[in-house]
């Protein structure tokens, strides 16, 4: 069963650490994106990805974050410094033809 | 602007009840539409599409949406809720032809009463 796999699932770790976060899309997928979910907030998008070539990453703060897909079956999200105000569940999603499939998503807590 | 809008941010019904989730769209282009459930702790899971074509669909779950394109909606219904149903949902637009791009609603959750 094809499935959208999300590294880690927990995170804790102290503001000014650098946290990555890994994703493994479906086989075959070219879209993949991150999105961030709060309470305040909701799902925001961060980035994506067509062909593993970046589309639109404008609601990632730059300064910290970055997204990269280094190869068709891995895409990055990182976090330098992580501050606690990045503490959300971050969630993968690979897509193909018009559908989204998302991971379980990166429980991130930096205290 | 893209926009998706749910206007109900929490619902309760009690179990055996019918449901409806109002979903309201702002897109450009021919838009695709999305109904996506979210349980605690999980990521979201598709629940149905529609693409084009007739205008009701079907999903898992029991669940349909009805496309109207006049009013720019597609709300979700069901016609006997369960206490399992209990979730958050999500609306979403997207289209192929702006590469891609999902608008995501805010969602609703959903509080199912025995």
């Known amino acids: 069963d094809a499935r959208v796999t999300q590294t880690p699932r927990h995170k804790v770790t102290e503001m000014g650490q650098e946290v990555t976060m890994r994703c493994q899309p479906i086989?075959?997928?070219?879209?993949v994106f991150w999105y961030r979910q709060t309470m305040m907030q909701g799902l925001e998008l961060l980035a994506y990805?067509?062909?593993?070539?970046?589309?639109?990453d404008s609601g990632m703060p730059k300064d910290r974050f970055s997204a990269e897909m280094p190869d068709a079956t891995l895409a990055t999200l990182k976090i330098q410094p992580s501050e606690p105000r990045d503490s959300a569940v971050y969630f993968c999603?690979?897509?193909?033809?018009?559908?989204?499939?998302f991971g379980e998503g990166s429980r991130l807590t930096v205290l | 602007a893209q926009s998706v809008t749910q206007p109900d941010i929490h619902i309760t019904v009690s179990e055996g009840a019918s449901l409806e989730l109002r979903c309201n769209y702002s897109?450009?282009?021919?838009?695709?539409l999305f109904w996506y459930v979210q349980s605690p702790g999980q990521g979201l899971q598709l629940l149905l599409k529609?693409?084009?074509?007739?205008?009701l669909v079907q999903g898992i779950k029991g669940f349909e949406a009805e496309f109207k394109r006049s009013q720019s909606s597609f709300n979700l219904r069901k016609p006997s809720v369960h206490w399992s149903d209990a979730a958050e949902y999500f609306c979403?637009?997207?289209?192929?032809?702006?590469?891609?791009?999902?608008?995501f609603g805010t969602g609703t959750s959903l509080t199912v009463i025995p």
């Open positions: 897109y450009g282009a021919t838009p695709y």
């Open positions: 979403a637009v997207g289209a192929i032809s702006t590469g891609n791009q999902f608008y």
């Open positions: 086989l075959g997928h070219n879209t």
């Open positions: 990805f067509r062909n593993r070539a970046p589309l639109d």
């Open positions: 999603a690979s897509g193909l033809a018009g559908e989204l499939f």
């Open positions: 529609y693409f084009s074509g007739d205008t």
